[in-house]
């Protein structure tokens, strides 16, 4: 075959690939499901926080508060916490809801794991 | 001089084929979309309850019923209600503090009712009405599904379809910006219900001979004064040999106010009441006759209703 000929299976090739892509991302994209929180939308874990931050105003326990904030992943109950309370901040959340907030960030500043003996 | 063209498209077909199939290879399987902004009711079933746990227990800080309906909506579960009750279920069967699981069976409870149980009431902790309008995303290159997110939600106190559409948005952008605009809505005042303090009383205690119950089966419902059941209440059977502890509102198909215990034969057994302090001494299962004349080992109900 003529270099032309090659050139034109290349540039079909090509096309394909484009339309694989296309496919792919576009038209029919891996379906997720099962997901884990941390991907959860910005506002959907601020609202989770603010849950956890009203639960901790009646139950009183960091431990508990602590764990149901792990469920975002790497990032401390501190951090997690400081995130929200910035959302909330930015995003004219109530006072009353930024008290929560910030009841529970002094909460988790000051909760030491059990066992854990670092400082 | 045929054959050469027909070759010819052959190969550009198995090309196109070929770029095909490595397009899709790479879009599915080394580079897929990357889910970001995903909503809860993608979660996966143990963080889906554990949502719901954190909902519950909210709701039993704040009582605004309207908000956790709302909340549990996001889940996008077809019956938000039995699932509250089947999970409440799945930790009592695990041997879960009544502590953890009350609250979804006091939620479950009290959205079948459409009424916010005030007995355990906080009442310092008024909270605002949100309404969350978010911004489209800036997506570049995929336009994201239709997503209304907590977003424009009007709060009101029926159970209303949810508007969450159970849809992913995806994009492979960071974020963007989004405003949120609460509205200052007034909650839902604190109606004063009573708390449930008044004794129950037993006003009915009969013999139930059905061959297709479990043998020995005791059956509790337990009413208010408006004869509406009442979940979450505690009962105390105790016999020579113990004790155990079960609460109505675990079997929601059977009734809110619903709860049962098995008997063994020739045991007798009080029952106790815990609000209230209602007591049933020397109650045994009864001998039921079946219709070939053998004998086999009945159930009892017990009805209990406030005065």
Known sequence: MTSSKWITILVTALVGIALGLAYGWVIAPVQYTDVPPNILREDYRADYVLMVAEAYQNEQSPEIAARRLAIFGSETPAQIVTLTLDYATNNNFTQNEILLLQGLLTAMQTYQPQGNDTP | ?307
């Open chain 2, 1 to 307: 001089m045929r054959r050469f063209p027909i070759n010819w498209i052959l190969f550009l077909t198995l090309a196109l084929a070929a770029g095909f199939g490595l397009g899709l290879a790479y879009s599915w399987l080394i580079s897929p979309v990357t889910y970001v902004n995903a909503n809860p009711a993608l979660l996966r079933a143990d963080f889906k309850d554990q949502y719901r746990i954190v909902i519950a227990a909210s709701y039993k800080a704040s009582h605004d019923l309207a908000r956790a309906r709302a909340r549990l909506e996001l889940l996008s579960d077809t019956d938000p209600i039995g699932e509250l009750s089947a999970q409440a279920q799945r930790m009592t069967g695990a041997g879960e503090l009544f502590e953890d699981t009350q609250p979804l069976a006091q939620l479950a409870s009290d959205l079948q009712q459409g009424v916010a149980n005030t007995a355990i009431i906080n009442t310092n902790t008024p909270t605002a009405s949100v309404s969350f309008v978010s911004t489209p995303f800036a997506a570049i290159g995929i336009t994201p599904v239709r997503e209304t997110p907590l977003a424009e939600e009007t709060i009101t106190t029926e159970f209303s379809e949810p508007t969450v559409i159970p849809t992913l948005s995806f994009e492979q952008t960071p974020l963007a910006p989004q405003q949120l605009f609460f509205t200052a809505t007034p909650r839902p005042t604190s109606t004063s219900i009573p708390a449930i303090t008044m004794p129950f009383t037993l006003i009915g205690q009969d013999p139930v001979c059905d061959i297709g119950l479990s043998p020995g089966l005791m059956q509790f419902i337990l009413m208010d004064s408006r004869r509406n059941q009442a979940a979450g209440i505690e009962i105390i059977a105790t016999w020579s040999g113990g004790e155990d502890h079960f609460f109505t509102g675990f079997k929601p198909e059977l009734g809110d106010g619903y709860a049962d215990f098995i008997m063994q034969a020739d045991t007798v057994y009080s029952i106790r009441v815990v609000e209230g302090g209602s007591f049933v001494p020397n109650i045994s299962a009864p001998t039921c006759t079946d219709e070939n004349g053998a004998n086999y080992l009945g159930g009892l109900l017990l009805t209990f209703q406030q005065p």
